[in-house]
């Protein structure tokens, strides 16, 4: 379970400007659970940032995603360090809240963790993704097939990254008497057309 976060000081990690973006910690475990993406930010030795897009599982507070067993780009990162960055998006609607092109917003849900990611060993502890994966991913009689049929489960590295800090962070989609036209909520109301018009 999601705990509020810890006072991290100065330390901008984790600290969201927007006190009325803030997700409540049930949206954003709902999110997490549902989101059918999320993107992991490592970092190589050549001080290179790489953000890589994953199926995932959230479970147990814990994020879980693989690879192939292949010493690949992520691969060689997670070895070289092990701080990570995870995000989910969940894009809404696109609107109109003031008279100027720039008066544009979308509606939407989104969760950043930092955290530390480790390749896992055991067993049962992949076992235990795979199973979640299937059930997060595919219908539940899995298309007839027999169930726990994972025979290359050792061709797989699976990774779990350790949160934290997890911010979640949303944007609401105003009702339609609270968009422009119908409201002008620009932040600027004095700018007027090149044609010399008012504003609206």
């Given amino acids: 379970m999601l705990q509020p976060p810890a006072d991290a000081g100065r330390d901008p990690r984790g600290q969201l400007r927007r006190a009325d973006k803030v997700l409540t910690l049930e949206e954003t475990e709902a999110l997490l659970g549902a989101a059918f993406c999320g993107r992991t930010a490592t970092v190589g030795a050549d001080g290179y940032p790489y953000v890589v897009p994953n199926l995932f599982v959230w479970e147990s507070g814990t994020v879980y995603l693989h690879t192939g067993s292949h010493a690949g780009h992520f691969r060689a990162n997670v070895r070289h360090c092990n701080r990570v960055s995870f995000e989910v998006d ?5 609107f109109p809240y003031g008279h100027v092109e720039c008066d544009t917003s ?4 989104s969760v950043v963790i930092f955290g530390t ?3 896992v060993d055991e067993e049962s502890e992949k076992l235990g993704f795979f199973r979640a994966f299937m059930a997060k991913y595919a219908p539940p009689d899995s298309w007839g097939r027999e169930r726990d049929s994972f025979p290359r489960l050792a061709g797989t590295t699976v ?18 008497a ?9 932040l600027s109301p004095n700018w007027r057309p090149a044609s010399g018009g008012g504003a609206a």
Avoid: D, Q
């Fill in 106 to 109: 979308v509606s939407y849900r």
């Fill in 159 to 176: 990774y779990a990254i350790s949160p934290a800090t997890v911010t979640g962070k949303g944007g609401v989609l105003p009702g339609v």
């Fill in 178 to 186: 609270e968009r422009w036209p119908n409201r002008n909520n620009t």
């Fill in 117 to 119: 990611i480790r390749i």
């Fill in 90 to 94: 969940e894009p809404g609607e696109v």
